[in-house]
């Protein structure tokens, strides 16, 4: 039998999640080996430099650059503050005196009699990261990072937008939407079916700090975002709600799975994430709920799970069939020659209304449920 790995969406209520946690640069870690932590815990931090302001001391006093270390009244590692004296000469018979000062909050980094400058930095921005899930930390990377552990239930989505987050799951029918005010602040919202700009608006602004939808209008999300939605890594934006689309662009209803799993962990805290790596299947907006159970094997999957075989539940992850499901009906050994005159193996789709396709394998996820 003809087959092909593809990536894995995941849609599963037991499995082992692990998380690294890295800083931008070397640092401090905050936490030790098997210790546990919560979402918001932070478990490494550092500092990295602000920005740096020159000043050409030698020319503002006119002097040579050699002759600079005579006039300079503050030192190396020096905290000062907008307004210090950093450099004065003595005028001529002690009157008409010159002076530099400080134009920014901050602290000396260097004196040079070379170039005859002093360099000032702005203060150091402090960075912490934090756990982002609850668990246990499995390893350290000495002055970088950690690895949490947990056993959790995992609900991948097609496409998402925002950073991490995390709240309680909420379930909200259309019913509830049509109401005036919305019991969401902190919550993490989910909806079976599709939402559009204005009812996103609406959550959001109601306190709500994740939306996990069936399906969205593209347009819409352009719009949400103030740009057209590219294929590089989402996460970023400016949002307050970080939006997980499970299904795909348009009018779909979330899967009937997708949706009896996270209404099982209705009120359990979970943590958010809409980082996306479009198109390329590397990265996967995420919802992860830790469950109180002894890991188990089940629902861990393996390599061969994202198999596609005969019968295999996929999704398509490219135009012009973005975001449909289907059920894998063949899968011709030899390569087809397509629309676009390239030639590529194909999959033979059935999706939900009973239509079949033929559409290239690479285009295809695995949906991994249980």
Not at 118 to 124: F, N, R, V
């Amino acid at each position: 039998m003809s087959k092909s790995y593809t990536p894995g969406l995941k849609i599963t209520k037991n499995t082992n999640v692990k998380k690294i946690r890295l800083l931008p640069m070397k640092g401090d870690i905050l936490t030790k080996i098997n210790s546990q932590v919560e979402y918001s815990d932070v478990v490494a931090s550092t500092k990295i430099p602000g920005n740096i302001h020159m000043i050409n001391v030698a020319r503002e006093l006119n002097v040579e650059p050699n002759k600079i270390k005579e006039l300079i009244r503050v030192k190396i590692n020096q905290e000062i503050e907008k307004g210090t004296i950093i450099a004065q000469n003595s005028g001529l018979f002690g009157l008409f005196k010159s002076e530099i000062k400080s134009p920014i909050n901050g602290f000396i980094s260097n004196i040079s009699d070379i170039t005859g400058q002093i360099i000032i930095s702005e203060p150091m921005i402090p960075v912490e990261v934090n756990a982002y899930i609850k668990g246990v930390v499995t390893k350290i990377f000495e002055n970088e990072g950690v690895e949490i552990e947990t056993t959790a239930a995992l609900i991948q989505g097609i496409i998402g937008i925002g950073r991490e987050r995390n709240g309680s799951i909420k379930i909200l029918s259309n019913q509830d939407l049509d109401s005036n005010s919305l019991d969401v602040e902190g919550a993490i919202v989910v909806i079976d079916s599709y939402i559009n700009l204005e009812t996103y608006k609406k959550i959001e602004d109601s306190g709500a700090i994740g939306i996990i939808v069936g399906g969205f209008d593209y347009e819409d999300l352009s719009n949400l975002i103030g740009k057209p939605l590219g294929v590089a890594i989402t996460g970023n934006e400016k949002i307050k709600a970080t939006l997980v689309i499970t299904e795909g662009f348009g009018k779909i209803n979330m899967s009937k799975s997708t949706f009896k799993l996270l209404n099982s962990f209705s009120g359990y805290n979970a943590s958010i994430n809409g980082a996306t790596q479009i198109r390329a299947g590397v990265m996967r907006p995420e919802i992860i709920i830790p469950i109180n159970k002894t890991k188990s094997n089940k629902g861990n999957n393996k390599a061969e799970d994202s198999v596609i075989s005969i019968d295999s539940k996929v999704r398509i992850i490219r135009e012009p069939y973005f975001g449909k499901t289907g059920k894998v009906t063949d899968l011709p050994f030899e390569p087809v020659i397509l629309e676009t005159q390239t030639k590529a193996r194909v999959a033979e789709i059935e999706l939900t209304d009973g239509k079949k396709y033929l559409v290239p394998r690479s285009n295809l996820e695995v949906i991994l449920e249980d």
